[in-house]
């Protein structure tokens, strides 16, 4: 019997090795070879014109389903139908211009993901068999897919960094660094189906300034990292990112701080301005937000990074959330489940635009200008500009605004003013 079962498990094996041996080498053919060499065949935009066209199927199959179900007479008042208006005027009240960009936009057609409509439920099976069969797709074939090359890029990221660090300080090392790491997050962005379209390239950040951009996701920096070197800021961890800034820091002059440096103001302005002001190093990526909003809108720059006084260039990033939503609550979701979801959508689609670069004008100080530069940045992305601080995301509206307002309001009650007072007012004044 046992003699019978050798050539059938020898034949599963080999099965699975041509399996594998087909997967890389359509991995690295397709996929891996094109991200070193920058270029693309089109299969990306060709995937998100067909899910386009499936999100269409499935909005008239909803919309055919209601109207069946309905059975095509006119609907009968229904004293439940007032209930969805009441919650919508409640939500008007309670849900401010502040708080609702904390949370992920809601979607006014469905995209076969449950999180994308949370007033989508059940109304039709050949609907929800078309949501099984995404989901069969998007976790069965295109998730190993994009955690295989996730992987391969930062794996390939910390190996080569780490060689290239070992070359002396010179020309060689700074362009071997930036193939490095321009292939690198080609991959990493190959791993998240991310189809990006880049603007007036012409405008994009040069050497000796500060690139400042929207902040809705940590992928942002993969974004824009995968069609220009920059100089990253942030603290250094521990685990496997802190493995991974060790290896880029030796190939490029990155800025990593201790926990313990980050709060001291002027030690952040100094080695800014000392990377600044050496020109063969790269320009630094800073996201003045200081926190991830929800691809709406564009919240208070901190001044920071406004007061070195060198060249800023503004990017403005949009994403589109029919395919998947970008958006990072990180009070809600840690990193790997974030992650996860971002790997188990359809697709990450985004526009990016350079825009000209912007210094400080005479007369104006850096809150001005940080508030000039977020307002471009707004205007050109199509996002609401609000001068509210992003880190009421995680905390109260600070005591000086409110005693600002109570201020305010005794001197209406003993007719010295009236209320025409600004937030913008406020702002300045703090």
């Known amino acids: 019997m046992e003699s019978y079962l050798f050539p059938f498990d020898s034949l599963i094996c080999m099965l699975l090795g041509i399996s594998f041996t087909v997967l890389f080498t359509l991995l690295l053919v397709f996929i891996i070879v094109p991200a070193i060499f920058g270029v693309s065949f089109g299969i990306r935009r060709l995937y998100m014109k067909s899910l386009i066209k499936l999100f269409e199927v499935s909005e008239l199959m909803l919309s055919m389903s209601v109207i069946l179900q309905r059975g095509g007479a006119e609907p009968e008042f229904d004293m439940s139908d007032i209930f969805y208006f009441c919650r919508r005027g409640v939500e008007s009240i309670v849900d401010d211009e502040v708080t609702k960009r904390f949370t992920a936009e809601e979607l006014e057609s469905w995209n076969l993901l449950t999180r994308s409509n949370y007033n989508f439920h059940h109304i039709s099976t050949r609907l929800t068999a078309l949501w099984g069969v995404g989901v069969l797709i998007r976790y069965g074939f295109l998730l190993p897919l994009r955690v295989t090359l996730a992987f391969t890029g930062v794996g390939l990221l910390v190996v080569l960094t780490s060689i290239v660090g070992l070359f002396p300080n010179g020309r060689m090392k700074n362009y071997l660094s930036d193939k490095v790491h321009l292939m690198c997050y080609r991959i990493c962005v190959r791993a998240l189906t991310a189809i990006i379209t880049y603007h007036d390239s012409e405008n994009k950040p040069k050497n000796g300034g500060i690139c400042v951009a929207n902040h809705t996701s940590p992928i942002d920096v993969i974004i824009l990292a995968s069609d220009g070197c920059y100089a990253m800021v942030g603290q250094v961890h521990g685990g496997l990112m802190g493995v991974i800034q060790r290896a880029m820091v030796k190939a490029c002059p990155h800025i ?28 630094i990526l800073i996201f003045p ?17 406004f007061e070195i006084g060198c060249r800023v260039y503004p990017v403005a990033i949009k994403y589109d959330p029919r395919f998947g939503d970008a958006f990072w609550n990180s009070s809600k979701f840690g990193m790997v489940n974030y992650l996860l979801r971002m790997m188990s959508s359809w697709a990450i689609v985004c526009s990016v635009w350079y825009l000209p670069p912007m210094s400080r004008m005479e007369g104006e100080d850096a809150v001005q200008f940080a508030n000039r530069v977020k307002a471009a940045i707004a205007r050109k992305g ?49």
């Open 256 to 283: 990593w701080f201790e926990r313990s440096e980050v709060k001291d103001r002027h030690l952040v302005a100094k080695r800014l301005s000392d990377h600044i002001a050496d020109k063969s190093k790269l320009p």
């Open 289 to 305: 937000e200081g926190t991830c909003i929800n691809n709406t809108s564009v919240m208070m720059f901190k001044k920071g990074s």
């Open 382 to 430: 199509g996002l609401a500009d609000l001068l509210w601080d992003g880190g009421l995301k995680r905390g109260k509206v600070k005591e000086v605004f409110k005693e600002e307002q109570q201020k305010l309001y005794s001197k209406v009650l003993v007719g010295n003013i009236w209320p025409t007072f600004s937030y913008e007012q406020n702002i300045e004044s703090v």
